[in-house]
């Protein structure tokens, strides 16, 4: 099977309207995703492999759609609206011998119960019989050099055997092996799985250093030394709170699904959800503790903000604790200053939000001063806070030239700084 002709359609707003500005970057041979340089795009625009397009139109004729859009929860529920209308518009395209493969994080079930239908409506051919339908979760770890996504081990699924095959013979073409499993439920279960395995873990170890340093403990230290069990341990580390898609939103599609289903709370879950989401509020009880050792107060202070994205070295701001943070310290009246080389001014923190949510929410960054951390910036600042470790942070200045530092990656040492 030949590699057909890969096109590009980036949705916005309500979903059913294409990403224009997205469209032109990409057209012109801009990326606008931090891993993928812009040097790879041009050879795939030269050659017409890669066809950034904003006219429907352009589907015509496909052998395989990708669907990748936002699965965003919508007050605890699962909102689906961006695969629907999706389905619908390649259902507009869809023909016989055509393959659809869905990778956005949803709950098990989706494919069949939901996408399959509105194919079958729109186009008036059958699953299995005219077209093939798969899942398979995407694995993207952003701003990790090592594994790529032609390096990670791709699960692919499909409605029928036949199906299976399909979708396994195209992803084997971009990645070095696949994964086969049994059903599409199993593949969207696995994704759902990996993330709540880690929500649960980092909901664990932020819960041991709250805990900790009440204590008098060093969490850290205790971190480090069980890494050297060769067996029965794998790491994580405590951070100010968990951000993007993943972490704060897949495993509760999972909750919301054993809640419909069997009626029934998970209540792991449910507790690392609370756990994490109340880490943001644990970091400024711990800077207003730490100024009023130094007989001043949050409010009036001027507090440097160190990284607003969610993950060091990514411009990803979705679900960022930074957001929260940023809201308690204005609240109690601190001067906000922070900085982020990735983040960039003006992006949407959340890609595919809609509009009235934008209004009703406000940007959550709105009351922050951008600026560079300088040494004249750190050494001004009551009370500096690390909050994404970006690589590109000279640390030896902020050990330098900051009076106060709670450091909530484990980057910084010295007499001037407080670990989470």
Known sequence: MSLPHLRHQSRAEDGAVVHERRIKRLAVGESYVEDIPAKRLQPLLDS?????????????????????????LRDGAPDLSYIESSARLLAQHLRPGAT?????????????ELLAPLLEEGSGLRVGEDFHLGYSPERIDPGNPRWRLENTPKVVSGTTAEGLAVVDGFYGQLVGRTVPVSSCKEAELTKLLENTFRHVNIALVNELAMFAHDLGIDVWEAIDAATTKPFGFLRFTPGPGVGGHCLPIDPSYLSWRVKQAL?????????????????PDHVVRRL????????????????????????KNTGDARETPAARVVELLARMGAEVRAADPHVVVGEPIIPGQRAAERDRHGDPFAAV???????EEL??????????????FDYGAVELHARYVLDCRNRLSGANVDLL
């Open 48 to 72: 017409g492999a890669f066809v950034p397009s904003a006219e429907a139109g352009d589907m015509s004729g496909f052998d395989i759609a990708i669907i990748t859009v936002p699965t965003p």
């Open 100 to 112: 659809v493969v869905l990778e956005s994080t949803t709950y098990p079930g989706t494919t069949e």
């Open 263 to 279: 009626g029934q709370p998970f209540r792991f879950v449910e507790l690392a959800n609370d756990v994490n989401s109340h880490m």
């Open 288 to 311: 207003s503790e730490a100024l009023n050792e130094r007989q001043r107060s949050v409010k009036g202070s001027r507090v440097l903000l160190l990284g607003l994205a969610y993950k």
């Open 369 to 375: 001063r951008r600026v560079e951390a300088t040494p």
């Open 379 to 392: 050494a001004t600042a009551d009370a500096v806070v690390l909050l994404a470790d970006h690589d590109e």
